[in-house]
């Protein structure tokens, strides 16, 4: 392995891991409740049927979310939405939990990015990369 100079082996191996930027939403469609939070870790853990985890703080609102509905949306950030991903990553920011507007006509925010209905119910933002529709299957509990 070859190592940079300063860096010890494990620094350096850690640094190979692929890192996006992600920004996890959910909604209850009954109450309007919605919550956004920027993610750093997911993974892939299946194919078939096709699977991920991510990391999300325990005491985000956006978790309690996922728990009651059991569904979310996964956003693929671009290198230029720097800007939302400092936005979304202000876990206590109340404008993170807030949808504005109306998602019927089309007015709908959240953090001030633009909003609307996914196909599985989900809160869609509109500037996302790529996005995932996702149904929640376990949570794992982490050591508090």
Known sequence: ???S???????FALRMIPYGVFVAT???AATQEA???TVH????TSFTPPMLAMA?????????????????????LGKEDKAEAITFARTQAPANRVLRGS???GTASIGGYGATW???????????VAVLECQMRAVLEGAA
């Open 1 to 3: 392995m070859s190592v």
């Open 5 to 11: 100079a300063g860096m010890d082996d494990r620094t």
């Open 26 to 28: 959910a909604i209850d």
């Open 35 to 37: 919550a956004a939070v």
């Open 41 to 44: 870790w997911v993974t892939q």
């Open 56 to 76: 999300v703080e325990q005491s985000h609102p956006v978790l309690a979310l996922i728990k009651r509905t059991g569904m979310f949306a996964l956003h693929m």
């Open 103 to 105: 998602i019927a006509d």
């Open 118 to 128: 996914g196909r599985r119910g989900t809160l869609l933002l509109h500037s996302a």
